[in-house]
């Protein structure tokens, strides 16, 4: 049984050298699998929106969202440090709400910390979190919430002046006392310049090798996600054909009258 994670771990792990794994997760029954497995870190990721809502985009996704996948996720008493994401709306507006919804999904959802997508522009909101003594993940380069100013999902930081809104970004986000920073959908030399410039570790997403961890959506590398399959995903395993094969197993039984048998009833 793998040990309870904690930031202390992961500042460890980056010091020593050792990689850091995330995978998101929404609900009780993939936490304890993965978990199981003995990975570092969940993330309860907005993501959930797109993934087991359908929509299009993380917008949507509200606090009411966020609060009940937490739930589901910490009631399988994971050792993985889990962290909650902080979705639209939730902290852009004033200190006191980003403050308070902070605090909702360590208190309610029960989450060890939170992420949240900007840069410069959302430092004092890391500082304020963080001055309450809840640990804060940024999250810089392509981020999803500010997928309409982008133009859509399109890879930050190509050019020098934004690689170097980036590094300021990286920083600020360090200064401000973030304990980690998500590195998404960035040129890998760019994120190998970030890791080794930040005390703080770094998670990539999209970002290259040179990353301190890696996270990636569990049904991404499940192959449970047919809306879209990004080149940075890896599929680990191709469950949709399996699941699909089983239904029309099950629907074969039932028309053809040979389940339930015997051994599936009561007398």
Do not use: W
């Amino acid at each position: 049984m793998h040990k309870a994670k904690t930031v202390l771990d992961f500042h460890r792990m980056k010091a020593e050298g050792e990689k850091i794994t995330v995978l998101t997760s929404y609900d009780f029954p993939m936490t304890g699998l993965i978990d199981a497995a003995g990975i570092d870190m969940i993330l309860v990721g907005d993501s959930v929106g797109v993934v087991v809502a359908g929509f299009d985009n993380t917008l949507p996704v509200t606090m009411e969202d966020m609060i009940y996948h937490t739930r589901a996720v910490m009631r399988a008493r994971p050792k993985a440090f889990v962290v909650a994401d902080m979705p639209f709306l939730s902290y852009q507006t004033d200190l006191n709400s980003a403050r308070l919804n902070a605090g909702l999904l360590i208190k309610d959802g029960g989450a060890a910390a939170v992420k949240i997508e900007g840069g410069v522009n959302v430092a004092e909101t890391i500082a304020a979190i963080t001055a309450m003594d809840i640990p804060v993940m940024g999250h810089i380069g392509l981020t999803p919430q500010s997928l309409h100013r982008m133009g859509g999902y399109k890879v930050q930081g190509k050019g020098d002046a934004q690689a170097e809104k980036l590094i300021e970004d990286a920083r600020a986000v360090e200064a401000a006392g973030a304990f980690a920073i998500v590195l998404e959908g960035i040129p890998m030399g760019l994120a190998q310049r970030i890791t080794a410039e930040l005390t703080i570790p770094t998670i990539g997403i999209g970002a290259g090798p040179h990353c301190d961890g890696q996270v990636l959506v569990i049904h991404d590398i499940l192959g449970l996600c047919s809306k879209y399959s990004p080149k940075f995903v890896k599929r680990y395993a191709e469950l949709a054909p399996i699941i699909g094969e089983a239904v029309a197993n099950y629907i074969a039984d039932v028309k053809g009258g040979t389940f339930p048998e015997e051994r599936h009833c009561f007398k």
